[in-house]
């Protein structure tokens, strides 16, 4: 089930992605970093679970850290560490409502290595706690 919604959040984030390319475009006229943000986009959606460096992922961009916190700042607004807690809020919020996987079982999925820890950090990102928010939106 968890690998059947994360092929569906990767053709999301494809979608997404093709928009963003073309406003960013229109925007800024940005053709010369575009594979950059492209292969960027898909490291971010295939390895948001794992603990990845900024260095790693540098290393595989070709481009230096500093190129790297720049990039994100600019095509994201964030950082690469918010960006990356950003979707695994999102595949959270999604596992709780869509499917029964027990809260620790999802935590544990996404990357978290404590129940705990998860709790906290999805807490403070959508002001309730992940057992609320599945009762409150809950659809199967």
Not at 17 to 32: C, R, T
Not at 34 to 54: M, Q
Request: proline residues 1%; glycine residues 2%.
């Amino acid at each position: 089930v968890f690998c059947e919604l994360l092929t569906v959040i990767k053709c999301f984030c494809v979608a997404d992605l093709k928009n963003n390319i073309v406003n960013m475009e229109k925007i800024s006229g940005i053709s010369k970093n575009i594979d950059r943000f492209i292969e960027l986009e898909r490291i971010v959606n295939e390895r948001f679970i794992s603990d990845i460096s900024y260095s790693e992922i540098a290393a595989e961009l070709h481009i230096s850290e500093r190129q790297l916190i720049r990039l994100t700042k600019k095509y994201y607004n964030e950082s690469l560490s918010e960006l990356m807690r950003k979707r695994r809020m999102e595949v959270a919020a999604m596992l709780l409502t869509d499917t029964e996987l027990s809260i620790e079982i999802i935590s544990t999925d996404i990357g978290y290595k404590s129940k705990a820890a998860f709790y906290n950090v999805f807490t403070r990102y959508f002001g309730i706690t992940p057992a609320a928010y599945r009762n409150a939106n809950k659809k199967i």
